[in-house]
């Protein structure tokens, strides 16, 4: 199956800064790259769809101005939470589909664990 | 995409096969089954997916009732690596929309 690699895993910071997270696909063409983010013990919840070169579409409630992505390459989308606070801690999972072998397939970055102090 | 219901939680012995059913009796004709788990604190990974045929790969077999209302997911030697939260999924094949999660089961093999 294809890659998707996603960095970091995990990520301490103090509350009132910002965080980036990258998430490349590494042997496909992600034309759309999905952000989910997941609490614990509940599912994933999708965040936003970014396609490649466009603004990211943001589902309700969340925050566009607090998480901003950009998807500047068919391999790479970056997540960046601003001004972070403790609720803002979570497991933030990257995905993406694209051509070739991820045309039917979506695959899923490992996950981003973000603590807030 | 059509809604699917699976159980909560299912048991398996190591080395024995694990059948994870999965109902999706709204199913329209273009879409398809999909399956992914996901083990504690990782991304989900895909497993397999299929239309109206049975299907097998490296992982995993997928049986698709002919009516296509329900799909079985068998891990034909389960290990203690394959507890995880498996989800059964159904949409049509390369679209560009999110996946939808839904609550998923729960798989534990036990030794």
């Known amino acids: 199956g294809a890659v998707v690699s996603q960095h970091p895993s995990w990520v301490i910071c103090k509350s009132g800064t910002s965080v980036k997270i990258e998430c490349r696909s590494l042997d496909f063409q992600a034309t759309t790259m999905f952000w989910y983010r997941q609490f614990p013990k509940q599912s994933l919840m999708l965040m936003a769809t970014s396609n490649e070169g466009s603004k990211a579409t943001y589902e309700q409630g969340v925050e566009k101005d607090k998480f901003l992505i950009n998807h500047a390459s068919l391999t790479l989308s970056t997540l960046t939470v601003t001004s972070a606070h403790p609720e803002d801690s979570s497991f933030y999972i990257c995905?993406?589909?694209?051509?070739?072998?991820?045309?039917?397939?979506?695959?899923f970055g490992a996950g981003t664990r973000l603590s807030v102090l | 995409d059509a809604k699917t219901t699976q159980p909560t939680s299912m048991d398996c012995a190591e080395g024995r096969a694990a059948n994870l059913p999965c109902n999706h009796s709204t199913i329209s004709g273009n879409e398809y089954v999909y399956w992914y788990r996901q083990i504690h604190s990782q991304g989900p990974q895909y497993i397999i997916h299929?239309?109206?045929n049975n299907e097998t790969n490296e992982m995993a077999s997928l049986i698709i009732t002919e009516d296509r209302k329900s799909s079985t997911l068998i891990l034909p030697h389960a290990t203690l690596r394959d507890t995880a939260v498996y989800y059964c999924?159904?949409?049509?094949?390369?679209?560009?929309?999110?996946?939808?999660f839904g609550s998923g089961t729960q798989l534990t093999v036990l030794p």
């Open positions: 999924i159904v949409r049509v094949a390369g679209s560009a929309r999110q996946l939808t």
């Open positions: 299929g239309l109206k």
């Open positions: 995905s993406a589909q694209g051509q070739g072998v991820a045309k039917n397939i979506q695959y």
